[in-house]
């Protein structure tokens, strides 16, 4: 290949094992092996993407077909190792198994295996993305693994290798490579940039390498993209050219909730909406905040890979805030994030508002219950408030006028019921809402205080499963002989059905709702 047109990660492609960054554990290994000639016929190569699995197979064709030095390292100076690294050596086949799939590729690719190698001493087969083979593909491949001409050395490689037969990897030799650590993505960064005349600060390298996330070979890719396109390289072109997320706009967020700034917040976001910002990169930026914060927090002030002034923003914003809550924090943020949904903007969002809460809940703030309240910004008037509770605890409803064994036994129905989703809300939120529920005549009445709220249950109610769902939970803690009535709410007696319609709109209320939220008169100050 011309080396003048190679793109930066093949033309430094590692030739030697000892090249191969941050897979000691593997390279060695298989150095040994080939010291001792006590080698495999089938190898599996698993791990992510851009770590070197087929880098070290291309070396391992070499060492398997060249003398070795004393340290296991292939003579780059012989014809075949430079056929090799020239992609000419015909007793190298490389498939791309992604592209090569069908059962008739994996029979062409086998024709001519009893055939003896026709330059080296091995023909070696590098199956890539082998997990995308059919089964009837695998099959074929099954029978020249388990009878194997002693001529053949089999490498496959993959990313996903949970998706492999457990035929395949019981016949094979695994080798698990792991994400590059981001110093050894920096260091041989430095080392291609001083080689290609290349002008960086080291705070690019670690730009570059938090975000190629563990892959050299996207590092490499990223690092060519800024020389091509900027003779000055800054971390601000960076972030403009990879449409990568300002990692100060998720302090910046994070500050609105820890501060209980909420119209700020709300505002913010819509603000980002209108740019255009992908919601999904932001949580997974507000996601390493929360756990760099976490870590200041226990006294690591010095995190490689950030700036300076992003530490200390950190620093500051969570310098009183207790770790417990963090993990708290953290946890949540990942469990509402993690749900799968067209729009992830709306998810994003309850998490936040979510925080928020968890933030002053657990700093017991006095006026942490009034959100609806301070969310000015599509409604007019907002009129009610949503206290807003962790859904994986129990928690106290208003039922004051419960006798105490009563409250306790409907905080178990809604324990119960707090993960039951058959339609678009949690059956244990949405009953957060009712009036207080108590048994009588053998029956316990739901009632909800608006209309609103009761419609939203009722077409809930409808659905078999939540019917179903709800009876189960109150029979178990009220006992067999208990009905369940869902009693409709008294006429001209909730002013909020005036407005509700109205705050139900916004997509932030209805997440809300959905997460746990109860809605309540508002109390003039």
């Known amino acids: ?60 064709a070499k060492a398997l077909n060249v003398d070795i030095d004393k340290l296991g390292e292939p003579n780059l100076d012989s014809e075949i190792s430079k056929l090799i690294d020239e992609s000419k050596f015909l007793d190298l086949i490389e498939i791309d198994a992604a592209s090569n799939r069908r059962i008739d590729d994996i029979r062409s690719l086998l024709d001519n ?30 029978k020249t693994l388990e009878e194997p001409p002693p001529q053949i050395i089999m490498i496959l490689a993959t990313t996903e290798y949970q998706k492999l037969p457990e035929t395949i990897i019981s016949r094979c030799q695994r080798y698990d490579f792991r994400y590059v650590p981001n110093l050894e993505i920096v260091n041989r960064l430095k080392v291609i940039a001083e080689a290609e005349n290349i002008n960086c600060e080291d705070n690019i390298f670690w730009f570059i390498a938090m975000n190629s996330y563990g892959s050299l070979r996207d590092a490499c890719n990223l690092l060519e993209q800024l020389s091509i396109a900027f003779d000055e390289i800054t971390i601000e072109k960076a972030r403009t050219l990879f449409g990568i997320i300002d990692e100060n706009i998720a302090v910046e967020l994070i500050s609105f909730v820890v501060n209980n700034q909420s119209e700020k917040l709300i505002k913010s976001l819509d603000e980002l909406k209108s740019k255009g910002i992908d919601f999904q990169n932001l949580s997974k930026i507000i996601m ?29 914003t969570f310098s009183d805030i207790d770790g417990k809550i963090l993990i708290d924090i953290i946890e949540n943020h990942l469990k509402i ?103 009588e005549d053998e029956k316990l009445r739901l009632k909800f205080k608006s209309k609103t709220l009761h419609d939203l249950f009722k077409a809930e109610w409808k659905i078999d499963g939540a019917r179903e769902a709800v009876k189960k939970a109150v029979l178990k803690v009220f006992g067999k002989d208990v009905g369940l009535v869902l009693e409709e709410p008294k006429k001209n007696v909730d002013p909020m059905d005036k407005t509700d319609n109205k705050i139900l709109e916004s997509n932030i209320v209805k997440s809300a709702l959905a997460m746990g939220a109860k809605i309540e008169e508002e109390k003039e100050e």
């Open 337 to 439: 994030t993690s749900i799968r949904t067209d729009n992830f903007q709306l998810l994003l969002e309850s998490s936040l508002i979510h925080m928020l809460f968890l933030f002053n809940d657990l700093h017991k703030a006095p006026s942490s219950g009034n959100i609806i309240k301070e969310l000015k910004i599509e409604e007019e008037k907002i009129v009610k408030k949503i206290n807003l509770v962790k859904d994986s605890v129990e928690t106290v409803t208003k039922t004051e006028n419960l006798p105490t064994e009563s409250k306790k036994d409907w905080e178990e129905v809604l324990f119960d019921l707090r993960r039951e989703k058959f339609g678009k809300m949690y059956l244990g939120a949405l009953l957060r809402n009712v009036e207080t529920p108590q048994v």
């Open 113 to 142: 295996i009893q055939f003896m190698p026709s330059m080296g001493k091995y023909k070696v087969y590098i199956i890539d993305e082998v997990h995308m083979l059919t089964n009837e593909a695998f099959n074929a491949l099954l």
């Open 1 to 60: 290949m011309d080396q003048k047109r190679a793109v930066l990660y093949q033309k430094w492609r590692p030739k030697y094992f000892k090249d191969v960054v941050g897979q000691e554990h593997i390279t060695n290994t298989l150095k040994n092996s080939l010291i001792r000639k006590k080698f495999s016929h089938a190898y599996l190569f698993t791990g992510p993407r851009g770590v070197g699995k087929t880098t070290t197979a291309r070396i391992m």
């Open 288 to 316: 390493e905040t929360l756990r760099t914060g976490l870590f200041i927090n226990q006294g690591l002030n010095t995190i490689q890979g950030y700036s300076k002034e992003y530490i200390e923003k950190v620093s500051e």
